[in-house]
Nanobody, 117 residues
Framework: QVQLVESGGGLVQPGGSLRLSCAAS????????MSWYRQAPGKERELVAT????????KYADSVKGRFTISRDNAKNTVYLQMNSLKPEDTAVYYC??????????WGQGTQVTVSS
């Protein structure tokens, strides 16, 4: 049974930091690209950051470049999103995604991040 379980969300003041984690199970984690998406109220889900399955390649949305860092630990089947210098516009539900070409993608249940004073 495939599971992606996000954690680490919460309420933080502008300029603060949070670290999201996504623990994966039920599939070969190292063979999948892992991504974080987010969806704010009334908006479409958008890609925030991606890390490839091999070589540590990463890609970021322009809105988070220089503030967010995605990383993965294949030994722990976990992907992380370090979020610094948070802004109110970063408020959203953040979702973990696992994808591999030709196979179905998997999604977590999401974790709420709220940036507010």
């Amino acid at each position: 049974q495939v599971q992606l379980v996000e954690s680490g969300g919460g309420l933080v003041q502008p300029g603060g930091s949070l670290r999201l984690s996504c623990a994966a199970s039920g599939f070969t984690f190292s063979g999948y690209a892992m991504s974080w998406y987010r969806q704010a109220p009334g908006k479409e889900r958008e890609l925030v950051a991606t890390t490839g399955n091999i070589g540590g390649s990463t890609k970021y949305a322009d809105s988070v470049k220089g503030r967010f860092t995605i990383s993965r630990d294949n030994a722990k089947n976990t992907v992380y999103l370090q979020m610094n210098s948070l802004k109110p516009e970063d408020t959203a539900v953040y979702y973990c995604n696992a994808a591999r070409f030709g196979l179905r993608a998997y999604w977590g249940q999401g974790t709420q991040v709220t940036v507010s004073s």
